[in-house]
């Protein structure tokens, strides 16, 4: 299921993550708390790519994971650069400087699918883009869902790295623009509900933070279809 390459992306993408989350400048690095974040980093991408790979496989396709870049900045096809910008390192790093390390850019991780021979025999050749948003989907909601679990058994640290990468996951950005893409509503909505989740997850009562994030979620879904779609 996974690639030597795929595990090597999943591996950076830890590295640079745990790194952020323990450094504090002007101070050495703290190596056995680098180690434990770094563990947990790659437990929560792993789940992730897991995630997207299985929805991918009831497809009949497949996903290539990659790190998350920029080549296009505009929708005419001459608007590329000539390489790809490296987002999955200059995002964690600005992020870190500019929120003086409380917050990091931790969605660094992107795919792109590829059609089987089984779903190109059954069905069209390309994959449509809400088979597309599927199986975006699928990767932020697993640990948004990873997250409320840790937070049950209390285990904070892990349970906001999860729900904060999920929420940066749902953004119109790498992965956030192929749900966007196939699943707007789908995506404004989980988009809404992981922000919710990420601002009221320190409360007690977690059952009651789920209920209110889906309420909140729902009022701002129709109050978006009311004013802008109809």
């Not at 952020?20 to 789940?47: E, H, T």
């Not at 790093?93 to 089987?116: C, D, H, M, Q, Y």
Request: aromatic residues 14%; glycine residues 4%.
């Amino acid at each position: 299921m996974f690639k030597a390459v795929e595990i090597l992306y999943i591996i950076l993408a830890s590295l640079v993550t745990g790194f952020l989350l323990v450094w504090i400048p002007s101070k050495a690095v703290n190596y056995p708390a680098f180690w434990i974040a770094f563990l947990l980093s790659f437990a929560m991408f792993f789940i992730f790519i897991a995630a997207q790979k299985l929805i991918a496989n009831s497809l009949d396709c497949e996903t290539r994971i990659k790190l998350l870049g920029l080549r296009r900045y505009g929708l005419a096809p001459r608007d590329t650069l000539g390489f790809e910008l490296p987002l999955w390192l200059i995002l964690p790093i600005i992020t870190f400087f500019i929120a003086s390390g409380k917050f990091i850019w931790t969605a660094i991780l992107n795919f792109e699918p590829v059609a089987l021979k089984s779903h190109v025999r059954r069905k069209f050749s390309d994959l449509s883009e809400k088979d597309i948003a599927k199986i975006a989907v699928a990767g932020p909601l697993s640990i948004l869902i990873l997250g409320l679990i840790m937070r049950i058994v209390h285990f904070d640290s892990f349970a906001y790295l999860c729900v904060l990468t999920a929420f940066l996951s749902f953004l119109p950005l790498g992965n956030g623009i192929k749900i966007f893409a196939g699943m707007k509503h789908t995506g404004i909505f989980l988009l809404i509900l992981s922000f919710a989740i990420l601002l009221m997850l320190h409360l007690p009562a977690i059952l009651a933070t789920i209920i209110i994030a889906i309420v909140i979620a729902l009022a701002l879904m129709i109050a978006y279809y009311t004013l802008w779609e109809r």
